[in-house]
């Protein structure tokens, strides 16, 4: 089976907007793994966070441009959340409401769980609060 890494929307974003701090070591990161048969998974709520934060940030071309990173590469596999895992996720949630996670993480956190994924292509320091290994830079 070959190695996983959970991509977050902060790393996703990173890799696809030039001007976002965390885009050379996330282009470097994910060149490296993609180049060693890394698969880099992340779910649809990872994908509908990072296209709607492209927009808001950079336009609508900015989004098409995330998307097209994520449709085009072959070491993209998306997980999807489906019914179960979004029930595991609100249990999830609960447990941890003196946390500042949003509802996205607890659902990355379930799956990478799940899927027995350590490490993260983030920024976001949720991740390692977590118990998982963030690739980049924390914000």
Request: include cysteine; aromatic fraction near 10%.
């Amino acid at each position: 089976m070959a190695r996983e890494v959970f991509v977050d929307s902060s790393g996703l974003y990173a890799l696809a907007d030039h001007r976002d701090p965390a885009h050379p070591a996330a282009r470097q990161c994910v060149h490296r793994l993609a180049s060693g048969g890394v698969r880099l998974l992340l779910t649809d709520y990872i994908l509908d966070e990072a296209a709607t934060l492209a927009k808001a940030r950079a336009g609508g071309m900015a989004a098409l441009k995330l998307l097209e990173i994520v449709e085009q590469s072959d070491a993209f596999d998306m997980v999807w959340i489906g019914q179960e895992r979004f029930e595991a996720t609100k249990t999830f949630f609960r447990k941890h409401a003196d946390h500042e996670y949003s509802f996205t993480d607890c659902t990355s956190f379930v799956v990478m769980r799940e899927l027995k994924i350590r490490e993260a292509l983030t920024t976001d320091r949720h991740f390692a609060e977590a118990g998982f290994h963030p690739l980049l830079p924390l914000a």
